[in-house]
């Protein structure tokens, strides 16, 4: 069955790990507490806090209590739902200050745009929400490539390295797992995708190998009608 759509990660695959360790990280670090302490009273900021207080296990924990938690999974970089959500709000305002740009590499960036001409239907599925999905690539130092994709996927699919995770992710994609491409730089992730019936490519931009998996070190080598 041939390819139809490929669904990619982002960090490490697409963009750099030192984009999001560097530059999000530390944003997101520096900026979070104001923004909590703004926004706590805000429907959403505050479903998404008590959220924080359910995961964490401490019902009445209050503001402070709550900003210091989110600051040690930064530090810790823990794929909390809440946290993503919270994080991508903050990122959002430095994205659209002109603060932030999203990293994208060029040969990412080719491929992308070669792929959609080709017909290929393009998905996302990263850790980082749906919303930060969208800012990197809509608010990239190559331009806005969000008209590239036809949907995101983040952990409320489920964890990245859970076969059953990819087995929704087509379900809602509305195509057979076979039909899928997934592109990682991480073996567990390409695994778990394989287990669920796509077909897998591993990225190692430094080269060397992810076992068991199809490797290249440029999205330039990857011709999905030979996957």
Not at 117 to 134: D, F, K, N
Not at 173 to 191: H, K, N, W, Y
Request: charged share 25%; net charge negative.
């Amino acid at each position: 069955m041939p390819i139809r759509a490929i669904l990619t990660d982002i960090e490490g695959t697409t963009s750099a790990v030192s984009f999001v360790f560097d530059v999000l990280f530390p944003y997101a670090r520096e900026h979070l507490p104001a923004f909590v302490r703004q926004h706590a009273t805000e429907a959403e900021v505050a479903a998404l806090l008590e959220a924080v207080r359910a995961e964490c296990g401490e019902a009445d924990a209050g503001i402070e209590r709550i900003i210091e938690v989110l600051l040690g999974w930064i530090a810790e970089d823990r794929k909390a739902t809440p946290l993503k959500a919270l994080q991508g709000m903050v990122w959002e305002q430095g994205y659209r200050a002109g603060e932030l740009k999203g990293h994208v590499y060029p040969d990412a960036v080719d491929a992308l745009q070669r792929w959609k001409r080709e017909g290929y239907q393009l998905y996302v599925y990263s850790s980082g929400s749906i919303q930060a999905q969208r800012l990197i690539f809509g608010c990239s130092e190559a331009g806005d490539l969000s008209p590239l994709f036809s949907g995101y996927f983040d952990t409320t699919s489920g964890p990245k390295r859970e076969a059953a995770s990819y087995a929704r992710i087509a379900e809602a994609i509305g195509r057979a797992p076979t039909e899928i491409l997934f592109l990682s730089d991480v073996v567990q992730e390409l695994d778990a995708a394989r287990e669920a019936g796509m077909r897998t490519c591993g990225l190692a931009r430094e080269g060397g190998g992810l076992a068991g998996h199809p490797t290249v070190t440029s999205f330039a080598a990857i011709e999905p009608a030979a996957c």
